[in-house]
């Protein structure tokens, strides 16, 4: 196939008229550091806010005129008929109970990543859902951070034939995890911070049948006996058809130019660019020429845009999301196949049956 000679559209969309109002429960640190932020980049509206820890939201909404007011309970923003959308941004751990709720007041969902880890408990919330008529999406924002984006839309329209191999690198350091709940988690990077890798990884492989899946994490010299979890991790994703992926967090890299580079090779050219820390960019080589993309925005926040747009246009459209649960549930199975690997001794833990 040869790919289009007009550059895919990769910022994010908005249906067209009033969009329906979003109630954030669960509005802490990424909530306020780039779900609000971003909302209030595109002129999104929030009916109002939630927070288990109110002081963090005391002073919301002078520092973002687009929140009309702070619920004093869950249960208020839920039963609020001003809200349209409920923006699920609590922590993995409770994220089904605060899912099924919204989902039995009626309100479409756009539910933080990792969704779950019991996906047994999905199957009736996803039923009542569809008795409801109501949509839920995954909080998958890099999918819209632009170079991720747009490389998915090359790989869509052909630019690069056929996936055969993906490889994400991290250079730079690890987000703030010792001394936060995170750090209480069993294999974070692999079962939490990896899981937007994970997830845009599924999408490039999208349509290849899963072989195996392998992970490994592990200390580091120098790190601090006060940080819990690993500070490496690797994951490797095999296809039966041969294509393979590899997911390196190098450790805490302490550099002054901080990148996430990413490589995706196939059979007629290969993307190449890198997320976060500024480093963002995108290059397509086909043939013998090499296309350099000027990108328009970022991951953060461009991103939190992105994913809630895709579920403000599947409402209007009356149809399933690109970032919905039914999609990210092979991603949620890599991410556990991962995790086995892990706690197996980084021994591959085959994979049949899974589609991507
Ligand atoms: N790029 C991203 O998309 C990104 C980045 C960071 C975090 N996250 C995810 O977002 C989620 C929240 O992370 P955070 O860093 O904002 O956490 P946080 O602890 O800063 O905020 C969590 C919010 O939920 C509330 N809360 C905590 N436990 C609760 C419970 N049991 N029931 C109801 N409310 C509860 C807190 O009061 C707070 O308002 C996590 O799943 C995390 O993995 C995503």
Redesign the pocket.
């Known amino acids: 196939m040869m790919p289009s000679a007009t550059l895919p559209n990769y910022l994010p969309q908005f249906p067209a008229g009033t969009q329906p109002s979003i109630g954030i429960?669960?509005?802490?640190?990424?909530?306020?550091t780039?779900h609000l932020p971003a909302y209030e980049k595109y002129g999104l509206d929030v009916a109002g806010v939630?927070?288990?820890?109110p002081t963090?939201?005391a002073d919301i909404a002078e520092r973002f005129s687009s929140v009309r007011r702070v619920y004093a309970s869950?249960e208020e923003l839920l039963a609020d008929p001003d809200v349209g959308i409920v923006d699920l941004?609590?922590?993995?751990?409770?994220?089904l109970?605060?899912l099924a709720a919204a989902v039995s007041a009626g309100k479409h969902v756009l539910a933080?990543?990792?969704l779950t880890t019991d996906l047994d408990g999905l199957a009736p919330i996803l039923a009542e859902a569809e008795d409801r008529g109501v949509w839920i999406a995954v909080?998958?924002?890099?999918r819209w951070a632009p170079a991720w984006r747009l490389a998915t839309l090359l790989i869509e329209d052909g630019a690069i034939g056929e996936v055969v191999g993906v490889t994400h690198l991290h250079d730079k350091p690890l987000?703030p995890i010792a001394g936060?709940?995170?750090d209480d988690m069993p294999h974070m990077l692999i079962t939490?911070?990896l899981?937007?890798w994970i997830d845009i990884t599924r999408c490039w492989l999208a349509g290849k049948e899963m072989a195996w899946v392998q992970a490994h994490d592990a200390r580091l010299p120098g790190q601090p006996s006060t940080a819990k979890n690993p500070w490496s991790a690797s994951i490797q994703f095999a296809c039966t058809d041969g294509a393979h992926a590899l997911l390196r967090v190098v450790g805490d890299v302490r550099t002054k130019k901080p990148s996430c580079p990413f490589w995706i090779h196939g059979t007629e050219g290969t993307i190449r660019g890198s997320v976060l820390g500024g480093s963002d960019r995108l290059e397509l080589e086909r043939g013998a020429v090499v296309t350099q993309y000027a990108l328009e925005g970022q991951?953060?926040v461009d991103?939190?845009a992105g994913a809630m747009g895709e579920l403000m246009c599947a409402i209007a459209e009356d149809r399933q999301p690109y970032n919905s649960v039914v999609h990210n549930v092979a991603s949620l199975e890599l991410m556990l196949a991962a995790r086995a690997s892990a706690d197996d001794g980084a021994r591959p833990q085959p994979t049949p049956s899974l589609q991507l």
């Open positions: 429960l669960g509005c802490g640190g990424i909530a306020q780039a939630w927070s288990r820890t963090t939201t869950p941004a609590t922590p993995a751990e409770d994220r109970v605060w933080q990543k990792p909080n998958q924002n890099a987000p936060t709940h995170f939490d911070y899981m937007h991951w953060f991103g939190f």
